[in-house]
Nanobody, 122 residues
Framework: QVQLVESGGGSVQAGGSLRLSCAAS????????WGWSRQAPGKGREWVAS????????RYADSVKGRFTISQDNAKNTLDLQMNSLKPDDTAVYYC???????????????WGQGTQVTVSS
């Protein structure tokens, strides 16, 4: 199993920034992409962004495009999500996830971290 551990959550005022990190370990060969999803209180899980480990192809949800940037360090097996211009609607538990990349579907997540809370106040 791929093990994923997130860090970097916290509380910030609207308009502020936070950076989330994720470290992958164990059987990392089982994934060729990873990314982030989030779940707000009372809502379903929402995909946020993905990146392929090979070519570094990125995809973003429309709700975060232009504000969030996903990046990786393959040598260290780490993934980051830089979140700028945060809004109260970005408040959620953010999950690091990993899986396999499909041309038509992007990254299909199969492994999940425990999540880290991000709270944005107005």
């Amino acid at each position: 199993q791929v093990q994923l551990v997130e860090s970097g959550g916290g509380s910030v005022q609207a308009g502020g920034s936070l950076r989330l990190s994720c470290a992958a370990s164990r059987e990392t060969y089982k994934r060729n992409c990873w990314g982030w999803s989030r779940q707000a209180p009372g809502k379903g899980r929402e995909w946020v962004a993905s990146i392929s480990t090979g070519g570094g192809t990125t995809r973003y949800a429309d709700s975060v495009k232009g504000r969030f940037t996903i990046s990786q360090d393959n040598a260290k097996n780490t993934l980051d999500l830089q979140m700028n211009s945060l809004k109260p609607d970005d408040t959620a538990v953010y999950y690091c996830a990993a899986g396999l990349w499909y041309i038509t579907r992007g990254c299909e997540f199969a492994y999940w971290g425990q999540g880290t809370q991000v709270t944005v106040s107005s």
